[in-house]
Every structure is written in structure tokens, then in C-alpha cells.
């Protein structure tokens, strides 16, 4: 006799939403999200590039008291080369979870345009 398996999971929470890198925007600090009730995350990420910006990186920061915040300890996410389209797990390793992501070598026409929502599972 076989027993599915269920995982409690909560609906997908977008933290980055269609955000264009360019010579004004190059930073961006995501609202924090209460991962308490839950162990793992899944970060779906779908990042569009135009033309040749040099490169953008996507910091999961996390933290216990939603005020003092610390790098989640990964390679950076992200290439420079075009569409992608990827889904990265983790842990859920402290009470809150942001994105910090930075932009460098953008332009007004050297643009990366981010949205990146993630799934928290029990």
C-alpha cells in the first residue's frame, strides 16, 4: 500500500515584480516574507536581457527578527546571456526572507528586466 506524500505549501508570493535595471534603477531590496511556518523556498526567477549590461546578482538575505538581515550563502544566481528562466531551492533557515539584487553596467538600452516570486514549503 503506497501513501502520498503532501507537502504544505503557500501560494507563490512575487518579490520582484517586472523591475527594469537601467541607469537609474541598479538596486532593489524586495519586502521581507514571514517563512516561519516553513523549511524550504523555491525562487522562481524569469529574467529578461537587452543588449549588453555587465551583470546582475539576486541575494536571498534572511533574518530572525526582520531587522537585521544576513546573505544567504550560495553562488550568485544569474548569467548575463539573454532570457532565463530558473528555480532555485533553499532552505529556510531564519523567521524572514527578502531579495537584495544589484545591477551593474546597465544603461537606458542595456536594461535586465527581473520578476522572481518564490514558493515556501513546509
Not at 543588449?51 to 544567504?72: A, C, G, H, K
Amino acid at each position: 500500500m503506497s501513501r502520498a506524500v503532501q507537502t504544505e505549501k503557500r501560494a507563490p508570493i512575487t518579490l520582484v515584480d517586472n523591475i527594469t535595471f537601467n541607469n537609474v534603477t541598479t538596486t532593489y531590496t524586495s519586502n521581507a516574507v514571514d517563512a516561519q511556518a516553513y523549511r524550504k523556498f523555491i525562487l522562481n526567477v524569469h529574467k529578461v536581457v537587452a543588449n549588453t549590461p555587465t551583470s546582475l546578482e539576486i541575494r536571498v538575505q534572511m533574518s530572525p527578527d526582520n531587522v537585521n538581515w544576513f546573505n544567504y550563502v550560495r553562488e550568485p544566481f544569474l548569467g548575463t546571456a539573454g532570457t532565463e528562466d530558473e528555480a532555485i531551492d533553499g532552505d529556510a533557515v531564519a523567521r524572514f526572507i527578502r531579495l537584495y539584487v544589484v545591477a551593474t553596467g546597465t544603461t537606458a538600452v542595456n536594461t535586465f528586466t527581473l520578476t522572481v516570486t518564490i514558493q515556501l514549503m513546509a
